[in-house]
């Protein structure tokens, strides 16, 4: 196995049930007390506060964000980006790496498997507001296909992740 793999399931395996419970309340609302936590998952203020500074220690818990919703703040469209490069080499991706994570636009950004190499989720506030976006974008690195792809209406989004059940002994 990798050292990744070794750490993530090292970090899934130090993981009670205790401690997915306070993930999972954690996810559905941060701005609760620890008072609060501790009572959803049977632990009095101490313990849990003990638990959740671990989880944040360890990087299990990443940062607590207030979710916004994009429509409200004039960001209406958004925008899935399909990019194929011809050149794969270190220097290339770290080029475009840097320049897209420097993209306030881009929400996420990920290197694929498949006839993709690179997907990024984008928000804008409008038509002009893409094609702005899209001229950096095209402008920051040699491309060889930019493909994108415009969402209709939001079904389903969530930003809370299945909390995996404790693994069988």
């Known amino acids: 196995m990798t050292d990744v793999a070794d750490t993530a399931t090292e970090s899934t395996r130090r993981l009670d049930a205790i401690d997915r419970k306070i993930l999972t309340v954690l996810q559905e609302d941060a701005s609760l007390s ?16 003990k638990r959740i500074q671990r989880l944040e220690a360890d990087g299990v818990i990443l940062r607590r964000v207030a979710l ?10 958004s925008v899935f980006v399909s990019v194929e ?21 881009v929400m996420e950004f990920y ?6 190499d690179y997907m990024l989720r984008v928000v804008v506030a409008d038509m002009q507001s ?19 792809r415009f969402a209709m209406e939001k ?13 069988a002994n």
């Open 34 to 49: 620890v008072a609060e936590i501790g009572d959803r998952v049977g632990l009095s203020s101490t313990p849990c506060w």
């Open 68 to 77: 916004v919703d994009q429509n409200k703040i004039g960001l209406g469209i």
């Open 85 to 105: 490069s011809s050149d794969h080499s270190d220097a290339w991706l770290k080029k475009f790496a840097d320049a897209v994570s420097a993209m306030p636009e």
């Open 111 to 116: 290197r694929m498997a498949g006839d993709v």
């Open 130 to 148: 893409y094609d702005v976006f899209y001229k950096k974008l095209i402008s920051a690195v040699a491309l060889k296909n930019v493909t994108s």
């Open 155 to 167: 079904i389903k989004s969530v930003t809370a992740l299945p909390v995996p059940p404790m693994p």
